[in-house]
């Protein structure tokens, strides 16, 4: 079975043929890396607790992320791909590879002169965006940044491999990258803070950089790549990526000033604040990453050529098509993190130095966060939407007023909910931004099967009840059999004070409710389901060949 899902990976052209196929690749693939990253969180929160210095390794990527999110996923998201699709579509290789070469040339020159400014400036910046903490944590976060100051650089080059690949609908390599990034995190933090202290966290996150660029380059050669340092600045394509990245990269600006804002906040409340903050945005970040990030990355290439061929009517289909299967996956993982918040906590995190009381707000944090993950899933595929049509101007407008409720919202919350006031400010806005991003593509596209799509919105929405009741009967059953039993493994009882207990009433509540939304997204008639299952046959068990012909058509089977 490994050696069949590896072969099914190891083929990209038949694996990330179509758009649902290159999303169950980054899917999986994402899931592996997300299961990595929680495997880190577990680590770091059971080494350090939610205290100083989680405050102080958090707040230290903010600097180095700004630079990577304004810099490269600006060229990378809105402008670099579309363009070297375009070309590579119209058969124009030689121009797309050029290009390539410059925007890598550009980005080398720009992320070492970036990095180097704030490699001098980092202790007064700091001291602006963690104006809440004490001297001597401000001091420490200076230190960290000054470090990990060293990964946008790796990153952002190991970004546009990424673009690269993605254009070729090659997602392999892409997908296992951020697998390789957690390692080096993880690696940093059992192995360099025992000799360097928290400082190694830092140096960790250098190494995952690093391993994160390395494992795209030989999968980059082979499409095609011959790298040679080169901008022509009078080239109309890469004028056309950096007119394109502009709006782009204002409208991540505005993210950014978000999260910075956020911190700001988060460093004037007590110790751990933006360490919960931190922590339980990871968690809802695992559907994020696998259904509505994943769908937006595979659906990007194909939206921007049939746009690229003025094909309106198959970008709508498949618009519609991407949004309707990450509504039925994303719904039911919204319910099931609420419904089960508290155990899932308890059981990623719930360890060492990690006390109850970060366990209850990390929960509580969670929970508020999953009200608004549909929409958080859905804003990569409509931002990329309109990158598809080559408007970045959208995205940003919205993006400014959504971080505008934001801040509105977190400066009136903070005061009576504290770290909780950020969360909710963030959920609303989200919520806000997803709204009239939806709204303004209708306008600019025309009909996007919007009516299939609340149909099927509700046909989800029914089987998440239904699925909903199963979880918490299951909850409730689980804790009543173990109250009356006395059962041990190992020596060890299990109990709902006990993670065995927790990690069995999660596990067997998980799967009645899974059990039920199956069940009733069978009887609803849902077809995603069925799509899904065929995937996934498909991909597992791909049909025997004998002489080139499918087993299913010999003796006229087919």
């Known amino acids: 079975m490994i050696r069949k899902i590896f072969d099914c990976f190891k083929n990209g052209e038949t694996a990330s043929s179509t758009i649902s196929g290159a999303a169950l690749l980054v899917a999986g693939l994402g899931l592996a890396s997300r299961f ?61 590879w050029q290009l390539a070469n410059e925007v890598l040339s550009l980005a080398v020159v720009a992320l070492a002169v970036m990095a180097a ?87 960790g996150v250098v190494l995952g950089a690093l391993l994160h660029l390395s494992v795209q380059i030989p999968e980059a050669l082979r499409c095609g790549l011959k790298f040679k340092f080169n901008f022509n600045l009078r080239d109309p394509n890469l004028r056309k990526v950096v007119t394109l990245m502009i709006p782009r990269t204002m409208s991540l600006a505005v993210v950014q000033i978000n999260f910075l804002i956020v911190t700001v906040l988060a460093s004037t409340l007590h110790a751990g604040s933006l360490a919960i903050f931190n922590l339980a945005n990871n968690i809802q970040s695992v559907p994020l990453g696998m259904f509505g990030i994943s769908f937006a990355i595979a659906a990007f290439p194909t939206l921007s050529s049939s746009w690229a061929k003025e094909k309106r009517e198959e970008f709508i289909r498949n618009f519609s098509s991407t949004f309707k299967k990450i509504m039925f996956l994303v719904i039911p993982a919204s319910v099931v993190f609420i419904v089960l918040r508290a155990q899932l906590v308890r059981i990623i995190l719930g360890s060492g130095r990690f006390d109850w009381e970060d366990t209850i707000l990390t929960f509580q944090a969670l929970g508020i966060f999953s009200l608004s993950l549909f929409a958080q899933s859905l804003i990569p595929l409509l931002s990329r939407s309109f990158f598809a049509i080559h408007n970045t101007k959208v995205p940003f407008f919205t993006g400014l007023f959504s971080e505008a409720v934001n801040l509105g919202l977190a400066l009136l919350l903070i005061e009576k909910y504290q770290i909780l006031g950020l969360v909710w400010a963030f959920s609303i806005a989200s919520i806000v931004n997803m709204l009239l991003l939806l709204l303004i593509l209708r306008k600019k596209v025309g009909n996007l099967n919007e009516k299939e799509i609340i149909r099927k919105v509700w046909r989800v929405i029914l089987a998440t009840l239904v699925m909903a009741a199963g979880i918490q009967a299951g909850k409730y059953l689980i804790a009543y059999l173990l109250s009356q039993a006395d059962i041990a493994v190992f020596g060890y009882g299990i109990n709902m004070e006990t993670f065995l207990g927790v990690f069995a009433q999660a596990c067997f509540s998980l799967l009645l409710g899974g059990a039920l939304f199956l069940a009733a997204s069978k009887v609803l008639k849902i077809k995603e389901l069925d799509y899904f299952i065929r995937a996934f046959r498909k991909k597992m068990f791909p049909p025997k060949n004998f002489n080139g012909y499918d087993r299913d058509q010999i003796g006229g089977i087919k």
Do not use: C
Request: aromatic share 14%.
């Open 36 to 96: 990595f990253g929680l495997i880190r969180d577990r680590i770091l929160a059971s080494k350090f607790g939610a205290g100083d210095e989680l405050d102080i390794y958090y707040a230290a990527f903010k600097i180095p992320d700004l630079v990577f999110n304004l810099l490269i996923l600006g060229a990378l998201s809105a402008a670099f791909i579309p363009v070297f699709t375009s070309l590579l579509s119209r058969d124009k290789a030689k121009k797309a």
């Open 117 to 203: 400014v704030l490699f001098l400036l980092a202790p007064q910046l700091v001291s602006l965006i963690t104006f809440g903490f004490s001297e001597s944590k401000q001091e420490m976060v200076a230190v960290l940044t000054r470090i990990m100051l060293l990964s946008p650089f790796l990153l952002g080059l190991s970004g546009l491999l990424g673009g690269i690949l993605n254009s070729f609908n090659k997602f392999l390599f892409y997908s296992l990258a951020p697998v390789f990034y957690n390692v080096g995190i993880i690696i940093g933090a059992l192995f360099f803070t025992e000799h360097l202290g928290i400082a190694g966290l830092a140096w």
